[in-house]
C-alpha cells in the first residue's frame, strides 16, 4: 500500500508491504504523480527500496514514537498558549528550529502549549519552551514544533510541556505520537522518559536534477 499526500513543505509517500511489490507500486505512483514525493517506510522497507531503485538516495533515519498512556510529567507551568502567546512563539522558530514543519500560524497545527518566562534580560515574559497538537486524527494526535529556548535548556522545560501536550492527546484520541531525527538523541532520551517507545523508519528521494 502506498499513500502519497501532497503539502507545500514537503510532498510525502508512505508505503509499507512487501519490497518486491513495493518498489512495482510506489515506481507507478511516482509516474503519475512525480518525483517530487519523499518516500517513508519503515527502515528494512527503504533499505531494501534503496537497492532495488537505483535512482532513490537515503535522506534520513528517524524514529516514529508514540505511547498509549498518560506521561504524568505534565509540569505546573505548561499550558495551553493564547493567540498573542502563539505569535511571540514565532520568534523562537526563526532563530532556533527554521525548518521545523510545524510553525505558529502553518496549516494543520491546531495548538501550542507552552511555559513561558523571562531570558536575556527581557521586559517580560515568553514563550521558553513550546511544543504543538499538530495534525492530530482519529484515533492518534500527534505533537510536533518541540523547541526550547537555549538559554532555559537544562531546567526540564522541555519534557514538561512535553509531557502536557502528550497527556492531551492521550486523553482526546487515544494515542499520542511524533517522529524525531535519530541523531538527535537528547530529544529521543527525553520522549522514552515520557514513556513513549520507538520505530526505525527511512526517508528517501529521487534526487532533483
Known amino acids: 500500500m502506498a499513500v502519497a499526500s501532497p503539502n ?14 513495493a518498489a512495482v ?5 511516482w509516474e503519475e504523480v512525480g518525483p ?10 527503504i533499505d ?6 537505483t535512482v532513490l538516495e537515503l535522506v534520513h533515519h528517524f524514529f516514529w514514537m508514540e505511547t498509549m498512556l498518560p506521561s504524568g510529567a505534565a509540569g505546573a507551568g505548561a499550558r495551553w498558549l493564547d ?7 514565532t520568534a ?11 510553525q505558529p500560524e502553518r496549516a494543520g497545527v491546531r495548538r501550542w502549549a507552552g511555559v513561558l518566562g523571562e531570558v536575556d534580560g527581557g521586559a517580560g515574559a515568553e514563550p521558553l519552551a513550546v511544543a504543538a497538537d499538530a ?15 537555549p538559554a532555559a535548556r537544562g531546567r526540564g522545560l522541555a519534557r514538561a510541556v512535553c509531557g502536557f501536550v502528550v497527556d492531551a492527546l492521550v486523553n482526546q484520541h487515544g494515542r499520542a505520537s511524533l517522529m524525531v531525527l535519530t541523531r538527535n538523541a537528547p530529544a529521543v532520551a527525553t520522549y522514552e522518559r515520557l514513556g513513549m517507545t520507538k520505530r526505525l523508519f527511512g526517508a528517501a528521494h529521487i534526487p532533483a536534477r
Open 8 to 21: 507545500s513543505q514537503q510532498d510525502r509517500l508512505a508505503v509499507r508491504g512487501d519490497s518486491a511489490d
Open 25 to 29: 507500486l510506489v515506481t507507478r505512483v
Open 36 to 45: 517530487s514525493y519523499r518516500l517513508l517506510g519503515e527502515a528494512a522497507l
Open 48 to 53: 531494501v527500496l534503496l537497492r532495488r531503485l
Open 83 to 89: 493567540a498573542g502567546e502563539e505569535k511571540a512563539a
Open 92 to 102: 523562537l522558530f526563526d532563530r532556533f528550529f527554521p525548518d521545523s514543519y510545524a
Open 135 to 149: 495534525w492530530s486524527a482519529a484515533g492518534c494526535g500527534f505533537m510536533g514544533g518541540v523547541v526550547t529556548h
